[in-house]
């Protein structure tokens, strides 16, 4: 059965950091851009960070910029997102989607809308309080 798994969430303080892991189980994940996707209570579910398939470009969303780094090991299957300098409004539930990627043209390519991706994971809760 194929899937993915986060993991890495927890509670931390303001200023504290957290790395996060999607791992993939049933495929290889090489063929993918992954996105991680946030949603706290009562709001929609936002694109925070998303990695291409060839690993070679990355994005952002403004409010994470120069605080998050997305990367993957494609040798473990995995792709983490490291979370430092953290505020309270980070706290949600955190998603890691994957969409298979068949056009070379877009092997540079990934975006942040959840309408782009077709497999994701349970979640991971990020909660961010002193």
């Known amino acids: 059965q194929s899937q993915l798994v986060e993991s890495g969430g927890g509670l931390v303080q303001p200023g504290g950091s957290l790395r996060l892991a999607c791992a993939a189980s049933?495929?290889?994940?090489?063929?993918?851009?992954i996105g991680w996707f946030r949603q706290a209570p009562g709001k929609e579910r936002d694109g925070v960070s998303c990695?291409?398939?060839?690993?070679?470009?990355?994005n952002y969303v403004d409010s994470v910029k120069g605080r998050f780094t997305i990367s993957r090991d494609n040798d473990k299957n995995t792709v983490y997102l490291q979370m430092a300098s953290l505020k309270p409004e980070d706290t949600a539930l955190y998603y890691c989607a994957a969409v298979r990627i068949d056009y070379s043209s877009l092997y540079h390519y990934c975006g942040l809308k959840v309408y782009e991706y077709h497999s994701w994971g349970q979640g991971t809760q990020v909660t961010v309080s002193s």
């Open positions: 990695i291409s398939s060839s690993g070679g470009r990355t």
């Open positions: 049933g495929f290889t994940l090489d063929r993918y851009a």
